[in-house]
């Protein structure tokens, strides 16, 4: 039972990963509002900048691995095909 919970956090597609990675985007421009309310000026405009970068180094990251995941399965499959 707990197998088959733990596979709801699976990310398994690419377009699992965009509706991830928007959700991230949404959440962090949120925060980056909240900066610029709080820090007026080129402090708030920085960490603004920091919250949405850090949405694309997380992006890139989840779509790397999907990339280097579904390589492996493949190299797996033909490992047993032999």
């Known amino acids: 039972m707990l197998r088959r919970l733990g596979r709801l956090f699976v990310i398994k597609t690419r377009i699992e990963a965009f509706m991830i990675i928007y959700a991230l985007a949404l959440g962090s421009t949120m925060r980056g ?3 610029l309310h709080d820090y007026p ?27 280097l995941e579904k390589e492996v399965a493949a190299l797996r499959e033909g490992v047993r095909g032999e």
Request: glycine share 16%; charged share 15%; aromatic share 14%.
């Open 41 to 67: 000026g080129f402090g708030g405009k920085l960490l603004f900048l920091a919250t949405t970068g850090a949405v694309f180094l997380a992006g890139a990251k989840i779509l790397d691995c999907l990339r």
């Open 33 to 35: 509002i909240i900066y």
